[in-house]
């Protein structure tokens, strides 16, 4: 029994800690909260990139370290630990593991090493309205190699160079590669629950797209893609739900209420025991869907479904108990507790919200229990 | 990242296998609990025999106890395969795993060569003698007193929830001696002869309607003072080498699963409601957040590391999930989820059964509420709870 991360990317972590913690710390974060005109904090993203993280995943004939998927998973729960202002998600768990998923050798070798060294930012363009994506929904249209219609919101829409469009066309729904600096396309910003991550509407009018997999398997493409990148994002919530349960353990064991901290009723010790069982279901699930992701494992959709159902669930608990565990202060704009229940929420729905994902784990179970 | 034994693991894993597969049938589905079979005892007796002749009592056990010397990782792996067949286990695991190892760690060498051997090869049961009517999760608030007569003490009081006290020869008690200092500085441990004068079994009548556990009346019962476990007044450490030695629970699930409740939703047309969907999900996440917690567990002991108190998390989700899984269950059923006759019922009865028992889980061997205090204080670090008979005699306190 090998259910952990080895020491090398134990190591990794230890490294990837530090760093953050000196180099992004939540007044970097809050330099993006606080600035409508800013996207993303540019000095962070920058000491990323020359890290070479973007890159942790892709192989290196592509240009990327090659150490692994497992390597990929530390790095997100230490960005998810700090709220990291930047569009790593977008680019590392969605449009880097879509072309590595269906790209074709061209794709690959002419995307993957801009994503790698930062020169390229990819993100997911897949909303159009509120509810649940479902074929026969979208109404972005594909037609004769050039794309029209709305997508709204796009997490890092308006900072990327490239997009994945999620259209109809004459088969289907079809998955589609979209150069996002070309005349048919126009983007505006969103304002949002989660302004430390910019997001936006992308217009496209008879915009060039070239195919991403085959024409017709868009949504199957498209759940693909989703189970990986779920494993990764329930990664970035495992670490900000055990950012939260830290905050308001150091804040419950200091702060004086009726002569003694109020850590020591039992009405606070066992919330934030509570919140300590949500966050471990959350990491064993997480651990599963690591393996599952890194082994190629038939157990993928499952494992990615629970880690995802179960880090969202902790992470919602966490960050809203975290607020009521700070009572006045916890819901001034200066002490960081909102910060962490935006970001939760942002990673709680993108990619699908737990309702979704609840389904799409029966469903598998059906289907392998039949 | 990976499930796999070490070799040497893989190695100890098949000689447990094949151990077992030489002396047991293997456990068939459906047969959740058979505890209660009236030839039980005789059968569990047997296999304890077995075991500590064919090496596998005790895995960790010094050699020279008739243990096997084995480590942690192997009492694990033995556990896993053990359970896989239908062994009769029940009455010798909390003599051998929490009552006899504390009389190896503080009894004489008379008593370890009195004890330990019958004990292990299955000839003698044992209990443990803890909990009051009024001292369960504050258990150092007992009331049982010794008073000493010459070479003897004097036994009076009541002890409740004794698992297995009516089939046990020996007993390990603990009672208090000194009820003018503070309540965990007056307790003394002791053996007690569980067949003697003055040693009145009787049944609970537990709520799920199963007689399983018992309370025990001591009426002017006498002990020699040979038969004292430590010092009088260290009962309280004694107790605690006692409570760390319990097992660390490798088996699975006690009851119905989602997989158990996914099969009924199926044959019952009901698997299509979305309301029923969700809740399955979380079932599915809870249960493997307590079997995949086990497995980080199993790693860390595979490691050589010993894992901490927040081993608490398991029972705490294992016993609501069972609770949460049973009510739902019958709810689906309807007014017909009320039968419990196992020919009406559907899944023989087996979630009305565990819905009943569900509320015992939530409480033996550490409520929920206390568990959450041990991740509270031990995990997290945060202050103890306000004891306000700290530094006052158990005889103000009372």
């Known amino acids: ?370 | 990242m990976d499930f796999n034994d070490t070799p040497e693991e893989a190695e100890f894993r098949a000689e447990a296998n094949a151990f077992l597969s030489q002396h047991l049938k293997p456990k068939t589905p459906g047969a959740l609990r058979s505890v209660g079979r009236e030839d039980f005892l005789e059968r569990a007796k047997a296999w304890q025999k077995t075991k500590a002749e064919g090496g596998f009592a005790q895995i960790t056990w010094p050699k020279e106890m008739g243990g096997r010397g084995g480590t942690v990782m192997q009492q694990v792996i033995w556990g896993q395969e053990e359970a896989k067949f239908d062994a009769p286990t029940g009455p010798f695991a909390i003599g051998l795993g929490m009552c006899v190892p504390t009389v190896i760690a503080f009894g004489s060498d008379e008593h370890k060569k009195r004890y330990v051997q019958k004990a292990l090869m299955g000839e003698e049961i044992w209990c443990q003698l803890f909990s009051e009517p009024a001292a369960g999760s504050d258990v150092a608030g007992l009331k049982t007193k010794a008073v000493k007569d010459g070479d003897e003490w004097v036994i009076n009081g009541q002890k409740v929830w004794t698992s297995g006290a009516h089939y046990s020869d020996y007993g390990i008690l603990l009672v208090r001696t000194d009820p003018n200092v503070p309540k965990h500085k007056g307790l003394t441990m002791f053996i007690v002869d569980m067949k003697q004068k003055g040693v009145d079994v009787r049944p609970i009548h537990q709520a799920s309607g199963g007689k399983e556990f018992n309370e025990v009346y001591f009426t002017d019962v006498r002990i020699p003072d040979s038969d004292r476990l430590g010092e009088p007044g260290m009962g309280w450490k004694v107790a605690l080498v006692t409570l760390m030695n319990e097992r660390l629970a490798v088996g699975g699930s006690p009851g119905p699963d989602w997989k158990e409740i996914m099969d009924y939703a199926r044959s019952a047309g009901t698997l299509s409601d979305q309301a029923f969907r969700a809740k399955l999900a979380d079932w599915y996440v809870a249960a493997q957040g307590y079997k995949l917690t086990k497995f980080r567990t199993q790693t860390a002991l595979s490691r050589g590391e010993t894992p901490g108190p927040e081993n608490a998390i398991g029972k705490i989700i294992n016993a609501n999930h069972l609770q949460d899984i049973c009510n739902s269950a019958i709810e689906m059923q309807d007014h017909f989820g009320l039968i419990v006759d196992k020919d009406e019922a559907p899944s023989d009865a087996i979630f009305q059964e565990s819905f009943m028992w569900a509320p015992g889980l939530r409480i033996a061997g550490g409520t929920d509420e206390i568990l959450k205090n041990i991740i509270a204080e031990r995990v997290l670090g945060l202050p103890q709870d306000v004891r306000v008979d700290k530094d006052k005699t158990f005889a103000e306190m009372n």
Request: hydrophobic share 45%; charged share 25%; net charge negative.
């Open chain 1, 1 to 370: 029994m090998n259910f952990d991360f080895s020491d090398d990317q134990k190591f990794l972590r230890d490294e990837a800690r530090k760093f953050l913690e000196a180099q992004c710390t939540t007044a970097h974060v809050r330099e993006v909260l606080d600035d409508d005109s800013k996207s993303h904090n540019e000095g962070v993203w920058k000491q990323i990139v020359e890290m070479g993280w973007l890159g942790a995943a892709i192989p290196e004939e592509y240009g990327g370290l090659g150490l692994g998927m497992l390597e990929l998973c530390v790095i997100a729960e230490e960005l998810g630990r700090v709220l990291a202002p930047v569009p790593f998600g977008s680019s590392a768990y969605f449009f880097a593991e879509a072309l590595k998923l269906a790209g074709s050798d061209e794709q690959k070798s002419q995307l993957l090493p801009k994503v790698a060294d930062g020169s390229l930012i990819g993100c997911i363009a897949v909303s159009e309205g509120p509810g649940e994506i479902k074929a026969g929904t979208i109404a972005t249209r594909l037609k004769d190699g050039v794309i029209s219609g709305k997508k709204i919101p796009v997490t890092d829409g308006d900072i990327a160079t490239h997009a994945i469009v999620l259209v109809k066309d004459g088969s289907g729904e079809s998955l589609v590669i979209v150069d996002l600096n070309q005349s048919g396309v126009s983007r505006e910003p969103v304002k949002t629950l989660e302004p430390t991550r910019s997001h936006a509407t992308i217009s496209f009018d008879g915009a060039s797209a070239e195919l991403l997999g085959e024409a017709g398997n868009g949504m199957a493409l498209l759940d693909q893609i989703n189970d990986r990148a779920a494993v990764l994002l329930a990664f970035e919530q495992l670490g900000g739900a055990s950012r939260c349960l830290e905050m308001a353990n150091d804040y419950a064991k200091e702060r004086v209420a009726f002569g003694r901290a109020i850590g020591g009723n039992q009405a606070i010790k066992h919330k934030l025991a509570d919140m300590y069982v949500k966050n471990e279901v959350a990491r064993s699930n997480a651990y599963y869907g690591a393996w599952a992701l890194s082994s190629d494992a038939a157990e993928l959709p499952e494992a990615a479904a629970a880690a995802r159902v179960a880090a969202s669930e902790a992470y919602w608990f966490a960050s809203k108990e975290n607020i009521q565990t700070h009572g006045g202060m916890g819901f001034t704009w200066e002490v960081d507790c909102h910060l962490f229940y935006r970001r939760a929420k942002l990673l709680a729905v993108q990619a699908g919200s737990p309702a979704v994902w609840k389904e799409k784990l029966v469903s598998a179970l059906e289907a392998k229990n039949g």
